[in-house]
């Protein structure tokens, strides 16, 4: 279509020209123009307009803008052409373009779109756009459309609220100006045009720059990006709040890799500067904008810069006051929707973050943000989850993550999402789950922090929803604490709780699973809410109460123990919270009074279980705890003293002048006085004998003794300001035993079954009472106790050092009856929650279980004789005992705690055990005029089995260590003969420091182990109470270590002198002897343990205090500087490190001591210097995880290595000491649990672990491996002997998997590492590759000499292991195979030598039916595979020149015979590779790789 032209004209400006404000400024190639008259600046017009008119636009439009032409190519080539041609014309067009904008109604008219020819009402470009398309003239318009943008500048867009113009866009000159220059074909210097367009920039206003920033990408394009960038990063240094403008502009920028590193940096670098609601705009750019190569830099720089979470660290106490603190604005939550989402698009980012966290070392090193970062990681996928939990846990539990961190966290959000919510609940599950207690902690902290912080009801709700599924997990100690967090969440927000109390009722569904202490605990949470609600005005408050009072009382009634049992300690913490005098403003819980409601529920639950001896003791108990730790109201106070005023009347009997009034004894036995300390001026005695009848059948009075005599001395010493001068009679008053003739061995054996078990009954029962002696006056002679004179304390302390002897005394003779005559002992001990319930309401219910436990080995002979003759006839009644369910004491019987019983038809059977036990009975009198030895110190074996029903020692008791010594004769290494006394109480304290760190293997005999003694105290309070025997443990150790090191004698006559002071009766014939070696053999091992354990428990290593302590009782006597030779700092006098250091040269002192004697002390030592190591270790890590330590806390990092490497040598030193086989060997024929730790603390801490193995396998192990019938006195290593060769056997395979795991973990370093590694540093790590393989082969090549099935079944199961770890190094192998190949083809080709061995044991156990073997066989057969293919892998992908085939195998034995079965195809397979996983051919083409 041709286009239409319009008659020329003269043209008549419609408006008057006004005077123009601004001329254009001429260019350098002409002269300045002088003001031009107005005739002149017409005429300028004029001429302009003429161009556009004779190109067909019609610059005057009445009706708004220009016309242009509708062909706008068109017009551009007619302009450029004309003003190509004539310079002057394109002069004189600029110039009166220039007049003409000066008008700024004209100005406008230009810039707005305007109409098209031909096209109607159709806006199209306006007329400066298209000019701007004409090169001849576009760098001159577009300096002037820059030059005219400044006189806008005034011009207040007005931005609303929502952040737009309020401005329309046609009257805004200053936006319509930019709009011509976005996108424009083409520029023809653009540089210049660049540079022109920064210049405006800077003095742009704020709301104009940032626009154009933002417009940058459109208006200059790709040309200027250096230029650009650094404009930019200099504008961001003055002015940071365009920060989202630049980083819009740089997204949009098409920027090279280096560019594009820049502007992340420039970036990064602006988090601290810029306002927190720019930082969401700058996260989600720097993290979508991350790679693979630059991915860490970023995660690390935003870790580093990051300060958007984090307020500053208040007490927890201060929470609730300053909470105001931490309440932010919603920028925060966006900062977060930020992160997650630039997480979630970017994986790599996820793991680059992770490996970031777990490269961290030092707690300083970690902040607030970690958690939120590892938060939304959790929060992104399933794939991640597990390794953000476990890294959660390992930060968590190395002390780099505290408490008030997740303070910060989780309050810096105000009114935390619900997703957020549930990802906090799903860690805290999984914290809470953990075993490790600092796990728990934390797990506890976040679950009551959201419970806290969550205002709504649905958020509570279902974080106690969280808390419940814990309670019903079965989990011991993840019950514990759900019921720990519940406790406290009662105590602080009791009436939020009490409002969701029907959430927690299902608690109540699990109180049959629930030990002691977790019932302690429910009830705790509900008395709380019960109390609370009654204050409370809603109608729920008095339900709450009234439910928990009618759930008591129907358990308390209850004629099941277990349910008996649950609501008697729910009644005394009742009464424990509402009859304390310190809340008497509580409300009533019924229409009676708190005190008379107490009272009657102490009434209701005594009388049921009067006739039951362990929920009476339980009773008893509970209460003794209530007032110990409660003021209570003086009517309860009367009701409990009324309970004990009958203690004498059953208990006590009177004496005349040292003398037993005569009374009628039980089954014809005679009385005698024990032990009486006082002598003729007791009054009374503990009447024992006489309470042993049958006529006390309906209860057991003597059961109940030691509980209801705690009660009596709790009473006495609440009412005498804590003396117990009022029954101090009863710690020295005699004991009413059976006569000592009868305990003979001529009169015991005549005895009756009945009299037998009164006699061990009564011994029995006066152990507890002993114990419960030693229990209640122990208190008496600490430092707390100041109303009782110094005498008096002397006195006490002098009667318990006898009563202690006495309590020795009886249970080694109690012990010595049971290897005679077993019995099953009746329980003092109702918290063992495993234990089953035996009641002994008569001595005929002993003579049953007595003759049971006598004959239930031969029952079970006969049972096992019989088994295929009854299996056909009771084929039914064994199907229903398949169904019925076990009991806890069946299940006793089968781990062996309890003999087996025999079933109602054996009769015959026991008949027959009688007869022949009377005949074994007579032949023994034969032999009773011999002399019974009973050996103080040897282990109880009978005894120790049923310890757990014994009273425990609680820790006050132990204060009868610290006492010190009465006689101070030097005649011998123990004058006062105290260190059987000592052991005793040194096995009660290793007992209780097993409870605090028990060790990972837990049986079933561990659960009802003898009883703590400790429930319900803090470790604080048990360290301090603990912490004044630590000199007297050193002291008492270095007596042991005297005599075994000097063979010093103690004097029987000792021992005696202090048995007769402590009245102990001498029995005829009878001999009670203390061997001084086996005492202080056991005393050097339980010093030594309890030093170790004690070293390691976690909170102990938070008592600064204790542990210098401890550390200070064994120092040597003088430490000098050359001990420390080897380090370049020496410890500082005084400081911890410096106390370590002294403790670890005492032991190995004592080393020296010890490896002279015995190989099995000398190991004990080892161990614990291995202890101490680690307790150095996991101090010096506390010390680093707190920002500020102590400087007596302060370590050096040498000197962990330097021990490490001194324990090294001294395992070393113990493993070729020669010393006594039978010290060794023999006893490790059972188990090598102490060569195997030996030898792993020799090859763990030795210099170079790959070194020591090939050397061992090489040339030691062959060597001094003797025969079995053949012992070689010149061995290097004499622990290594027939019974001990399967441990090293399998220790040295187990330390070189080990050491090859290790060298796999130093080539994945030596390849992160800037440049990578160094030829030296590849040449030293394939020649310890080569040592492992060399070690393998060599290992598995010792079972062609050695037939015993372990050592091959080790081989198989271990070299399969082997070849997997040797797999992950194959990259690394293969990268460096064309540098090194002989190297590596040596490696796989040694390593063929192990495989064809591995490959024969496997035929043969398989052909054999070796069971022992044939289990690990598929593990190690594609263990073998996948090494197979890996060489062919290896071999294909690099040029070796190497041929690889696989071939058919032979069969041969490990002899390297062929087995006769195929011994007829040698002729046929001269040609077949006998190789059993691959062959390798030198000088032969690689591509000749063919599989046969």
């Excluded at 993550?401 to 906090?424: E, G, N, R, W």
């Excluded at 600092?438 to 106690?464: K, M, P, T």
């Excluded at 029987?1052 to 029995?1067: D, G, K, R, V, Y």
Aim: some cysteine; aromatic content about 8%.
């Amino acid at each position: 279509m041709l286009s239409r032209k319009r008659p020329s004209k003269p043209f008549v400006p419609p408006f008057t020209t006004p005077k123009p404000t601004k001329l254009l400024k001429p260019t350098d190639d002409e002269p300045p123009a002088s003001p031009q008259p107005q005739t002149t600046q017409s005429t300028l017009f004029h001429n302009m307009a003429s161009v556009l008119a004779d190109s067909d636009c019609t610059l005057i439009n009445p009706t708004g803008p220009p016309l242009l032409p509708s062909d706008l190519y068109a017009f551009r080539q007619r302009l450029h052409g004309a003003f190509s041609a004539d310079s002057s014309l394109r002069s004189l067009f600029l110039q009166g373009f220039s007049v003409y904008i000066s008008s700024t109604s004209n100005f406008r008219r230009v810039l707005l779109p305007c109409q098209r020819d031909g096209f109607g009402s159709t806006r199209s470009e306006s007329l400066v756009r298209v000019l701007l398309l004409v090169k001849s003239i576009q760098q001159d318009l577009l300096d002037m459309l820059l030059e005219k943008l400044p006189e806008f500048f005034d011009v207040d867009p007005l931005v609303s609220a929502r952040g737009s113009y309020s401005l329309h866009l046609e009257e805004d000159v200053a936006r319509l100006i930019l709009n011509q220059l976005r996108w424009l074909d083409f520029l023809v210097n653009s540089e210049a045009f660049a540079e022109k367009l920064l210049q405006v920039l800077t003095i742009c206003p704020h709301h104009l720059k940032k626009e154009i920033i933002g417009s940058l990408p459109e208006i200059v394009g790709d040309q200027n990006n250096e230029t650009l960038v650094n404009s930019l990063q200099q504008m961001l240094q003055e002015d940071s709040s365009i920060i989202v403008p630049v980083l819009d502009s740089f997204s949009n920028l098409n920027l090279d890799d280096l560019l594009q590193e820049q502007v992340i940096m420039i970036a990064l670098s602006c988090i601290r500067t810029i306002d927190t609601e720019h930082i969401p705009y700058l996260l989600r750019f720097v993290l979508l904008s991350a790679k693979a190569s630059n991915a860490r830099r970023i995660i690390s720089q935003i870790r580093e810069q990051l300060k958007f979470v984090g307020a500053p660290h208040l007490p927890t106490s201060q929470h609730s006051k300053s909470k105001e603190k931490y309440i932010v604005d919603n920028s925060k939550a966006l900062i977060l929707d930020a992160l997650r989402s630039s997480l979630h698009f970017n994986n790599i980012l996820c793991m680059e973050l992770l490996k970031e966290l777990k490269s961290l070392e030092e707690a300083r090193e970690h902040k607030v943000v970690d958690i939120w970062l590892l938060t939304l990681v959790f929060m992104n996928g399933e794939s991640l989850r597990k390794s953000v939990e476990k890294l959660f846990k390992k930060k968590i539990i190395e002390g780099c993550l505290q408490d008030h961190m997740f303070d910060q966290c989780i309050l810096s959000v105000k009114d935390l999402p619900k997703d957020y919510l549930a990802t906090f609940l799903s860690l805290s599950a999984y914290l809470l789950a953990c075993k490790e207690q600092r796990a728990q902690e934390v797990g506890v902290h976040i679950y009551i922090l959201l419970f806290e912080e969550s205002s709504d009801a649905f958020s509570r709700q279902e974080v106690l929803g969280a808390l419940l599924t814990h309670v019903g997990s079965g989990v011991c100690h993840e019950v514990s604490a759900a019921l720990d967090t519940l406790v406290k969440l009662a105590s602080r927000k009791s009436q939020e709780l009490t409002s969701l109390s029907s959430h927690l009722t299902g608690i109540l569904d699990y109180l049959e699973v629930f030990n002691v202490e977790s019932l302690h605990k429910v009830y705790e949470i509900f008395v709380c809410l019960a109390v609370s609600a009654q204050s409370c005005p809603q109608p729920y408050g008095c339900s709450i109460a009234n439910e928990i009072l009618m759930i008591l009382r129907k358990q308390i009634n209850n004629s099941d123990l277990l349910y008996k049992k649950m609501g008697l300690i729910g009644v005394l913490k009742i009464v424990s919270y509402i009859a304390d005098t310190n809340n008497v403003s509580l409300p009533p819980l019924s229409h009676r009074s708190n005190y008379e409601e107490a009272v009657e529920l102490l009434k209701l639950s005594l009388d049921s279980c009067k006739q039951l001896p362990l929920p009476l003791i339980l009773f008893y108990e509970e209460l003794v705890t209530t007032l110990q730790n409660r003021s209570l109201h003086p009517a309860v106070m009367e009701w409990v003293g009324k309970q004990v005023l009958e203690f004498e009347s059953i208990y006590l009997s009177d004496i005349d002048s040292g003398n037993l009034i005569v009374q009628d004894m039980p089954y014809g036995l005679e009385g005698e006085l024990w032990m009486n300390l006082d002598g003729d001026i007791s009054p009374v005695c503990l009447n024992i004998v006489p309470l042993v009848s049958p006529l006390f059948r309906s209860s057991s009075p003597l059961q109940i003794l030691p509980t209801k005599f705690v009660l009596l001395s709790v009473v006495e010493r609440i009412a005498n300001q804590g003396s117990l001068g009022g029954i101090d009679a009863l710690l020295g008053c005699p004991f009413n035993l059976p006569s000592t003739k009868l305990l003979s061995e001529i009169l015991w054996q005549p005895l009756t079954v009945k009299q037998k078990q009164i006699c061990i009954l009564s011994l029995y029962y006066a152990a507890n009472w002993i114990r419960e002696l030693l229990n209640v006056f122990s208190t008496q002679v600490g430092n707390g106790c100041e109303t009782i004179s110094q005498a008096t304390k002397e006195d006490i302390v002098l009667k318990l050092l006898k009563r202690l002897r006495n309590l020795v005394f009886i249970e080694y003779l109690l012990d010595n009856f049971l290897k005679q005559h077993p019995i099953l002992l009746p329980d003092f001990c109702p918290h063992s929650d495993l234990s089953p319930v035996v009641e002994f309401d008569s001595v005929g219910d002993l003579e049953k279980i007595s003759q049971r436990l006598k004959g239930g080995e031969i029952l079970s002979r006969n049972q096992k004789k019989h088994k295929g003759k009854s299996l056909t006839p009771s084929a039914s009644s064994n199907a229903e005992e398949k169904l019925k369910q076990p009991t806890l004491v069946d299940v006793w019987r089968k781990a062996g705690s309890i003999p087996s019983q025999g079933t109602p038809d054996e009769d015959a059977s026991v008949a027959s055990l009688k007869t022949k036990q009377s005949a074994s009975e007579e032949s023994h009198a034969e032999k009773s005029n011999m002399p019974l030895n009973i050996e103080i110190s040897a282990p109880l074996k009978c005894l120790d089995a049923q310890m757990h029903k014994f009273r425990p020692l609680p820790v006050d008791c132990l204060s009868i260590l610290a006492c010190p010594e009465n006689n101070q004769s030097s005649c011998c290494a123990d004058p006062s003969a105290e260190l059987p006394l000592h052991l005793y109480l040194l096995c009660d304290l290793h007992k209780k420091l097993d409870l605090l760190c028990p060790t990972r293997k837990q049986t079933l005999a561990r659960s009802f182990s003898a009883p703590s003694g400790f429930m319900g105290m803090k470790l604080t309070e048990f360290f301090s109470r603990i912490r004044p025997l630590f000199l007297y443990l050193r002291r008492n150790f270095d007596r042991a270590v005297h005599i075994l090191g000097e063979g010093a004698e103690i004097c029987q006559e000792h021992w005696i002198t202090q048995s007769s002071l402590a009245a102990n009766p001498e029995i005829v014939n009878t001999c009670v002897s203390v061997s001084p070696i086996l005492t202080s053999v056991s005393v050097f091992k339980e010093t030594l343990l309890c030093f170790g354990k004690m070293l390691n428990l976690p909170d102990l290593l938070k008592e600064n205090s204790t542990l210098l302590d401890l550390l200070k009782a064994f120092q040597p006597t003088e430490i000098s500087e050359g001990l420390f030779q080897g380090m370049q700092l020496i410890p500082s006098p005084g400081s911890m490190d410096y106390l370590y250091s002294g403790a670890y040269f005492f032991l190995e002192s004592v080393f020296d001591v010890a490896i002279n004697f015995s190989f099995t002390l000398a190991s004990e030592v080892l161990l614990t210097l291995e202890s101490m190591v680690t307790s150095i270790h996991t101090f010096l890590t506390r010390c680093l995880s707190e920002n500020g330590m102590d400087p007596h806390t302060r370590f050096s990092k040498e000197i962990i290595p330097f021990f490490r490497n001194k324990l090294g040598s001294y395992a070393h030193k113990l493993l070729t000491h020669k010393c006594d086989r039978d010290d060794v060997g023999g006893s490790l024929k059972t188990k090598g649990e102490m060569i195997q730790k030996i030898l792993r603390l020799y090859l763990g801490n030795c210099q170079s672990a790959s070194d020591s193995l090939n050397d061992l396998a090489s040339s030691i192990f062959p060597q001094d491996l003797p025969s079995a019938n053949t012992m070689e006195d010149g061995s290097t290593f004499p622990s290594l002997c027939p019974a001990t060769m399967s441990v090293w056997y399998r220790v040295m395979h187990e330390e070189n998997i080990s050491a090859l795991n290790n060298l796999v973990k130093e080539i994945s370093q030596s390849e992160k590492s800037r440049g990578g590694a160094k030829v030296e540093d590849i040449q030293k790590l394939l020649n310890k590759i080569l040592q492992s393989v060399n070690v393998v082969v060599t290992l598995v090549n010792m079972c062609r000499n050695n037939d015993k099935v372990s050592i091959h079944a080790v081989a198989v199961k271990y070299g399969g292991k082997f070849i997997d770890t040797f797999l992950k190094v194959f990259d690394f192998l293969e990268a460096q195979f064309q540098m090194h190949k002989d190297l590596i083809l040596s490696l796989i080709t040694e390593l063929q030598k192990a495989t064809k061995t591995i490959q024969t044991l496997c035929s043969e156990a398989k052909g054999s039916k070796q069971t022992a073997i044939t289990g690990k066989i598929p593990m190690t057969k594609r263990a073998m595979e996948r090494f197979l293919f890996h060489v062919k892998a290896l071999l294909c992908k690099t040029p070796s020149g190497c041929l690889f085939w696989m071939g058919n195998l032979k069969h041969k034995d490990l002899m390297g015979q062929v087995v006769s079965s195929q011994a007829y195809l040698d002729d046929q397979s001269d040609e077949t590779n006998d190789d059993p996983a691959e062959a390798i051919a030198e000088d032969q083409p690689m591509n000749d790789v063919n599989p046969e």
